[in-house]
Structure formats: C-alpha cells, structure tokens
C-alpha cells in the first residue's frame, strides 16, 4: 500500500467550475501536509500548507482530517492556468517529504 | 527562497556508462535530498545526502548504483552508475529551508538510457 494515495485523475474541468481532490495517508506520525503543484515538464513547487484547522490562500482551500488521515484540496472559480498535476506530500519530520503520485486536472475553455 | 541549479539539464546516455548530475544551491542548506520521478510518476526519494558523512539511502537503493558526494553545504553529486534503460527519469535535487519550512526542488536532470 502507498504510503499517500491520490485518485490520478484527469479532472477535465470547464473554466469557473469548482473542483476538489482527495488524498489519504498511510502514516500516522506524518505532522506536516502540504499541496504541491508540478506543471508539466517542470519541478514540483510549494502550493500550500495544509493546517489542522483548514486553510484558505485565494480560491484555493486546504483541509486535513487527522482521525480520518484524509486531505483534501479545494479549487474555486478554475482558470486555464490551474490544469497542472496536484501533489499531495506528507512530511513526518524525520526525513524528507513523501509523495503521492498526483492527481492531474485539466481545465477546459 | 532557495535557488537551486542542476547540470545537466538533460543528456541521452549509453547502457552500462555512467553520468553524474551536480547540484548547486545559492545558500547554504544542511539538508539536501535527491528524489527520481520516472514517467507519469510521482517523486521518490532515493537518498539523504549527508555534508561530511555518507549518504542515507531509502530502501530499494544502494551506494554502489548512486554514489552521492556532499562536499560542503551548498553543492552534492549524485552518480547513476552502470545504467539501464529502466534508469530513465527525471532526477531531481531538493532542499529543506530551516527558515521558511519548505521544501525547494531544482529543475531537474532528464536522464535517457539507450
């Protein structure tokens, strides 16, 4: 089993819609979740946090249920530029980041 | 924000050859990581590399296939050694900001193997 399992996707979306991922984890000493993005070709980059209490940065909403190992990412009003792959990683403070294999989504004119 | 280059950028190698990526880092870091991304995957970690002392390497993989130098703190190598066309992939330098808590990724060496 994965250690952070992400429905691979595509999400093809159209432009405005609202779109959410999912992702679960494996590790319960994991402290810290992230969002990253990694557009195609390109390195993964930082998107956010993810904080216990939930979290909002724009049209983009992070949430984290730790009973549950369950995150989740929110992404409101979708723009062209948003079609990228979303990675979830989880972090459990010892060593480095751990990756899921991304969720791809696609946003359509 | 960490600034972090990797040479090279590409290279198409032989099978059973071998080729070293450099990673260089514009501040000094005490941890620095080397993750592989084969195609339509997600990152794995391949090891820790260690300034002054060997290499941690995850399960699955050994010094003698990566041999990773970490002379100072801002600079590693990582050397795929005797490669296979199953080598293939993106190898990708990665850094912890202590400051910032985040994790920074260079642009990445794309590696293919005929």
């Known amino acids: 089993r994965k250690e952070v399992e992400q429905d691979p996707g595509p999400f093809n979306v159209p432009e405005g819609a609202t779109v959410a991922f999912n992702c679960t984890y494996s590790n319960s000493a994991s402290q810290s979740f992230f969002w990253y993005r990694q557009d195609c070709r390109k390195e993964p980059k930082l998107l956010m946090s993810?904080?216990?209490s939930g979290n909002e940065d724009g049209r983009f909403t992070a949430q984290l249920n730790r009973a549950s190992q369950y995150i989740s990412l929110l992404i409101r009003d979708s723009k062209l530029s948003d079609s990228a792959t979303y990675l979830c990683v989880c972090h459990t403070g010892r060593r480095a980041l751990t990756f899921g294999s991304g969720t791809r989504l696609q946003v359509q004119p | 924000s960490a600034v972090i280059s990797q040479k090279p950028s590409r290279d198409i190698c032989q099978r059973g050859t071998s080729l070293t990526i450099q990673c260089q880092v514009d501040?000094?870091?005490?941890?620095m990581f080397w993750y592989r991304q084969q195609p339509g995957q997600s990152l794995t970690l391949i090891a820790t590399a260690n300034q002054g002392s060997e290499a941690t390497y995850e399960s699955g993989f050994v010094i003698d296939k990566f041999p990773i130098s970490r002379p100072n703190l801002t600079f590693s190598t990582l050397t795929v050694s005797n490669m296979s066309p199953e080598d293939s992939s993106i190898y990708l330098c990665?850094?912890?900001?202590?400051?910032?808590?985040?994790?920074?990724f260079g642009p990445g060496t794309r590696l293919t193997v005929t």
């Open positions: 501040s000094q870091v005490t941890m």
């Open positions: 993810v904080y216990s």
């Open positions: 990665s850094v912890h900001d202590k400051e910032s808590r985040e994790q920074y």
